[in-house]
């Protein structure tokens, strides 16, 4: 996408001011960065307030689906919701979906493993329900249905999109220098993640969502969840109940983006 969309002094006055970014962790600068790109990359042009004083609607750290003035309405799912129904009813209209969406379309044009192609596209899903610490979340809500692998590389995504990789292509997004400083580093606990992914196996599945994740933001390109219902065949294991009915580990998870009015 075409970052200078991103107006930079309008951004930090709506995290409250230049002050307001010391006390913000580097991990959660780069998740309400990235919410922004997410949010003009799905074409809502409706700037967001000023945030001056917390808003009372929502924290910065809850998933869009929570924020009424940016999804101010919700659909009815399916009685025994499938993995597409989410993404038409909930990750879409979130904003996430739509993103999740082009990162996967890269996967799939470039020739990439299924594994990969299907990690791309859960890999951000979660930020429709959680934001903060996203990757654990992400890891945690679609562990019950996919591969291991898929979940090990959305829970270490979120440390990796730091540190760059020239063996891929993935260099260090420079919007974050841009937009937060030279000195922006983050915490220890992302610093020891990657190291630990580094070290790991499995550490290309997460690289390579943190590379095709650096093309979803592509306005150009705008697949549908059923470009991918084959993949989701063979990569998701859908429970026979729906998901959010079984009794899965995450299954709550899941009934919290069905009903996010529920009050207990």
Avoid at 94 to 121: P, T, W
Avoid at 195 to 205: C, D, F, I
């Amino acid at each position: 996408m075409n970052v200078d969309k991103i107006d930079r002094r309008a951004f930090i006055a709506r995290l409250g001011g230049a002050t307001a970014l010391t006390t913000l962790s580097a991990s959660t600068l780069a998740d309400e960065l990235e919410d922004e790109l997410i949010r003009v990359a799905s074409a809502d042009t409706t700037p967001p307030k000023p945030r001056r004083r917390p808003r009372a609607e929502v924290r910065r750290g809850s998933g869009a689906i929570f924020d009424k003035k940016r999804v101010a309405s919700l659909d009815e799912l399916p009685k025994d919701p499938t993995l597409i129904d989410f993404f038409n009813y909930r990750f879409n209209v979130a904003g996430a979906g739509i993103h999740c969406l082009r990162s996967a379309h890269h996967a799939l044009a470039s020739g990439q493993d299924e594994i990969h192609v299907m990690a791309a596209l859960l890999h951000d899903t979660v930020m429709s329900l959680m934001r903060a610490d996203h990757g654990y979340w992400g890891a945690d809500f679609v562990a019950p249905y996919v591969d291991e692998r898929i979940t090990w590389g959305i829970r270490h995504h979120q440390a990796l999109r730091f540190f760059p990789d020239e063996s891929v292509g993935y260099e260090y997004p420079e919007l974050y220098r841009r937009m937060f400083g030279e000195d922006f580093d983050p915490e220890p606990y992302v610093h020891e993640a990657y190291e630990h992914a580094r070290k790991h196996r499995w550490y290309m599945h997460s690289r390579m969502i943190t590379v095709n994740d650096t093309y979803g933001f592509d306005e150009d390109v705008n697949p549908s969840i059923e470009d991918f219902t084959d993949i989701i065949g063979r990569n998701f294991r859908h429970p026979k109940e729906g998901l959010g009915n079984d009794n899965s580990p995450s299954a709550h998870m899941w009934r919290v983006l069905i009903n996010p009015d529920r009050p207990l």
